[in-house]
């Protein structure tokens, strides 16, 4: 009897065991963990990161290029060249001189380029032409010429345009071209209205034997 029952529950044990290894192969086999050859542990779920918020940047409209703007080639207007009559203002002065001079028939005469006194600029060019203009075939002095002025200039390192400037200067190139009386001008005050101061003088002293002056008109 106590064999029967050692058999029966060897059995049952067996039939247990058998049905066990049945259930479990039904299961799904756990995964290997891959570094230390166990059981993989289920993983935790990771909290989810907020996403950064990136803001927008507004689009600006594009521009259209605009016009190419060029500088101004035109030329710019040269300032009006003043006019001015001297003719009406060293004729009369003239007129007064000559009598005045008390200088002989034929003495020899240097008429001086008028200096320019003014606040501005002026053609002294022109009041220069109309002074020898008016003392052309006066009866009484002889001219200098303009082209043995320029000669004398010459020698002294001047410019034949250039005026000589001072008085002392127009008395020292008299006597180099052998004159004995020199006329010496200025044109004075505003350029828009200047005057006209004129002197004669002895070469030899350098003494002021006559002034004048006068008013120019501009044209």
Known sequence: MIKTL???????????????????????P???????????????????????????????????????EHQDQTAQPTPRE???DWNGAV??????????SGAIAGSVLLVDSVNNRTNGAINTGEATE????????????TLITAQQLAV??????????????TRSKAIGIARNVGAQYVLYSNATGNANAPGLQM???????????????????QQ
């Open 6 to 28: 050692g058999r029966y529950a060897l059995l049952t044990t067996f039939a247990m065991l058998l049905s066990g290894c049945i259930i479990r192969g039904e299961q799904q």
């Open 30 to 68: 756990a995964p290997v963990d891959q570094a230390g050859g166990g059981e993989q542990q289920p993983t935790q779920p990771q909290p989810q990161q907020p996403v950064p918020t990136v803001p927008s940047v507004p689009t600006l409209p594009q521009q259209q290029p605009g016009p190419i």
């Open 82 to 84: 003043r006019h001015y």
């Open 91 to 100: 004729q009369p002065m003239v007129g007064k001189m000559l009598p005045a």
């Open 130 to 141: 109309a002074v020898r203009n008016a003392l052309a075939n006066n009866g009484k002095f």
């Open 152 to 165: 004398a200039k010459q020698q002294l390192g001047l410019s034949p345009q250039d005026s000589l400037g």
């Open 199 to 217: 002197q004669l003088m002895l070469v030899q002293t350098g003494e002021i034997i006559w002034s004048g002056k006068g008013a120019v008109q």
